[in-house]
């Protein structure tokens, strides 16, 4: 099957596309797009294939996905030290769930091209001066002044280059040896090692050791790429239909089309209309797709949106992403995963605990609550069950730095805190001690069933 119908990489130009920029020069922007379109892809079409085949496991519950990084990535901090602190996360919560939770993990960054947001408004009002607003470091700059915010397309053009350097350092760190699980150990990051998450995954690395050790004693390889590499995937909001669309290619061995912009790409919130041109766009790519569901949808919308994403029902093609809020998810989830599941689809659920958990401080930061996050993800495994399908994975907003942006976790985080090592470029992220003492959370729920 080379293409779908009425479908090309360009045919999402006669449907209306929101959030995009207003570019101001036409001409630079065609300019940029044209670069982009020869440049080489960031992934190629069988690492797609694999990550499907993956998540197809987690739709039955035999996997688990863990999807998580930025909210927004910053082109400054496209760094050696940035990445590894994420992945090293990552590769902890992976040994977590995966040890405790007993559930192979497919592992998703929010990485290596996470470099557009979606805003509430085009333009803001800072210190009294109407600015555009930051749309992101592909876009413009966070920077409060008028020729900062101006939309500047070239933007996109190192945006690429970025998020070709972070996943060249990425495949590095995953195929070279710094994660193999020998060494379990070494991922416990410094400011994170005394607490008692760093101190029970450390209970948990011993065992893991004595493991391979054991192996290696009964005469097993433990030279295999199982134990020595992790396969390790890339992700973000599909948003500039224009980038996208310059790094969509037909793969010479199928002829089938892929984004070759990242292995899997997901519809914000704010753009998911049927009639849309991200789920035009979307529909026609062969890539994993997730799809973010908050309280504001229509159950009949949903059921439309399932069928134009993944016509053939594939399993591992779709992932809906619900981002409810602690408030609103029981009400909301279970009657959406209920009749979703009356019609037989095959989908990966997957559960934002970050976006319907924003508030703004005291302090006046934005922030969420570690307990809600918490909670909507019990609420999120209890509808599961409840209804008898399968809570298939988690999307996180996270970081492997030592932020103080989510209140509440193990070391409590306050209001007043905040501001201590408040570095985000948008929404709040997890710490990474937040995000282990989630992971062992989630571990006891995986076991729970
Ligand atoms: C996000 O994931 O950063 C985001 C903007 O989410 P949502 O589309 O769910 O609001
Ligand atoms: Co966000």
Redesign the pocket.
């Known amino acids: 099957m080379a293409g779908k119908t009425n479908w090309s990489k360009s045919s999402w130009q006669n449907f209306t596309a929101l959030q995009q920029p207003n570019w101001p020069d036409r001409e630079e922007h065609r300019s940029a797009l044209a670069t982009l379109a020869e440049l080489p892809p960031l992934v190629f079409a069988g690492e797609i294939r694999d990550l499907k085949r993956q998540l197809a496991m987690a739709a039955k519950g035999e996997a688990f996905l863990l999807q998580g990084g930025d909210?927004?990535e910053s082109f400054s901090l496209c760094t050696a030290p940035v990445v590894r602190e994420l992945l090293k996360v990552i590769l902890q919560m992976t040994v977590i769930l995966g040890y405790a939770g007993g559930k192979p993990v497919v592992k998703v960054g929010?990485i290596a091209g996470q470099y557009a947001?979606?805003r509430s408004a085009d333009t803001e009002m800072v210190n009294g001066v109407e600015l555009p607003s930051y749309r992101g470091d592909m876009v413009n700059s966070s920077e409060a002044t008028p020729a900062a915010r101006r939309p500047d397309p070239q933007r996109m053009v190192r945006g690429y280059f970025l998020a070709c350097a972070t996943m060249n350092i990425l495949r590095a760190f995953t195929t070279g040896g710094y994660a193999a699980l020998e060494r379990v150990h070494a991922w416990n990051n410094e400011f994170v090692k005394s607490s008692p998450q760093g101190q029970m995954y450390d209970k948990l690395a011993r065992n893991i050791d004595q493991a391979i050790n054991f192996m290696r004693v009964v005469g097993l390889d433990t030279n295999v790429p199982q134990l020595t590499q992790a396969s390790f995937f890339t992700s973000h909001?599909a948003l500039l239909l224009g980038y996208e669309e310059a790094l969509t290619r037909q793969d010479s061995t199928t002829g089938n089309w892929y984004d070759c912009s990242a292995h899997m790409l997901?519809i914000?919130?704010?753009t998911r209309q049927v009639d849309g041109a991200h789920v035009e766009f979307l529909r026609g790519v062969n890539n994993p797709i997730g799809v973010?569901i908050?309280p504001n949808h229509d159950i009949d919308d949903v059921k439309r949106l399932v069928n134009a994403l993944n016509p053939e029902n594939e399993p591992g093609k779709l992932t809906l992403?619900a981002?409810f809020g602690i408030k609103k998810i029981a009400e909301g989830l279970t009657p959406l995963v209920r009749a979703l599941k009356g019609e037989g689809f095959n989908l990966v659920w997957s559960c934002?605990p970050?976006?319907g958990n924003t508030y703004t401080s005291a302090s006046g930061l934005k922030t969420r609550n570690f307990i809600n996050i918490l909670e909507e993800i019990r609420a999120f495994f209890e509808i599961h069950w409840q209804e008898g399908t399968v809570p298939g994975g988690v999307?996180f907003?996270m970081t492997g730095a030592d932020v103080t942006e989510c209140v509440g976790g193990g070391r409590d985080i306050v209001d007043q805190e905040l501001s201590q090592r408040y570095l985000t470029m948008?929404?709040p992220r997890l710490n990474a001690e937040q995000s282990l003492e989630l992971a062992f959370q989630i571990a006891e729920l995986l076991r729970e069933k």
């Open positions: 909210c927004a929010r947001k979606p909001e997901w914000g919130e704010r973010k908050g992403i981002r934002d970050m976006h999307h907003e948008c929404d």
